[in-house]
């Protein structure tokens, strides 16, 4: 019996190298895929994301605009700030005060010095209870309570202010600052001839005791201003007699700095100089 011949078997599937492209083109399909997911943000999750950090200062979104962070304070303005709440804090627990303890801001700021000195002329000649010393920002501010310097309505000089007036002047003759002279009123309507507001009180005041100190004791006259600000910078409510007593007052201001002091420009000259050469 013959034997059938053998067919040959048939090689199934695709070549070997079909098998490898197939994974590469899976896997690059797969990257992309990734690629693609990682592009869409699950706004759900973010939103719970966001959500987390809400009250904790540090993040937080809405609707109203940001407002623009406040300026960055330099060193300077710090070491003052600090100085000055020092200053104050030790002046009003009466301590002593160590000029060893600010002798660095002495050397930035002379005025700290100034108001040393200030505070032990005010003690030696006892007008504590008259006369209020701070240091301030703009400089000294020597406080001069109302009932001292003038009578109700009136702006002349009473006997016992001239006294105050005539022991301050050698101090203020000896600070090479400018010096100005604030009046403050209470809040109480005036109407006269004389003062038809309390803008022209509290001017009347502060210039009373200018003319005085020109005047009456041959101060420099260059060296003061004078300013009126009526009843519009109380210290207290203007609601008891007592409390429009402390409001009406007079404010000698030794100048850290002269506020009218004329801006030179780039040439070398003032406003005022390029105004009359043209």
């Known amino acids: 019996m013959s034997r059938m011949p053998k067919r040959k078997r048939q090689e199934e599937g695709a070549p070997s190298w079909m098998v490898t492209y197939s994974d590469l083109v899976t896997l690059v399909l797969v990257f992309f895929v990734l ?3 990682f592009s869409i943000i699950d706004v759900i999750k ?4 966001v959500a987390s950090f809400q009250g904790s200062g540090i993040l937080h979104l809405g609707s109203e605009p940001l407002e623009a962070p406040p300026e960055p304070e330099t060193d300077d303005s710090i070491l003052q700030d600090k100085t000055i709440q020092d200053i104050n804090e030790k002046d009003n627990e009466n301590e002593n005060l160590d000029l060893g303890e ?11 010095e100034v108001y ?8 030696e000649h006892e007008l504590q209870e008259i006369v209020e010393v701070r240091f301030e920002k703009r400089g000294i501010a020597l406080e001069i309570k109302d009932r001292i310097l003038f009578d109700s309505g009136r702006a002349d000089l009473k006997s016992n202010a001239k006294e105050v007036l005539t022991t301050l002047a ?4 000896e600070l090479p600052y400018m010096t100005s002279v604030e009046g403050h009123t209470d809040d109480r309507p005036i109407n006269t001839q004389k ?3 309390n803008w022209e009180l509290s001017v009347a005041r502060a210039l009373s005791v200018v003319r005085y100190f020109v005047d009456g004791l041959e101060m420099e006259p260059e060296r003061f201003a004078v300013v009126g600000l009526g009843e519009f910078h109380p210290i207290v409510a203007n609601d008891s007699p007592e409390n429009m007593l402390l409001n009406r007052r007079v404010i000698i201001v030794i100048n850290a700095e002269d506020p009218f002091k004329s801006e030179v420009l780039e040439d070398g000259g003032t406003d005022t100089e390029s105004n009359s050469r043209d």
């Open 46 to 49: 973010f939103e719970q994301f």
């Open 35 to 37: 690629l693609y997911s």
């Open 195 to 197: 003062f038809p507001s």
């Open 170 to 173: 050698p101090l203020l003759k």
């Open 116 to 123: 040393y000195i200030v505070v032990n002329y005010i003690d």
């Open 102 to 112: 600010f002798q660095d801001v002495i050397e930035e700021n002379p005025l700290v």
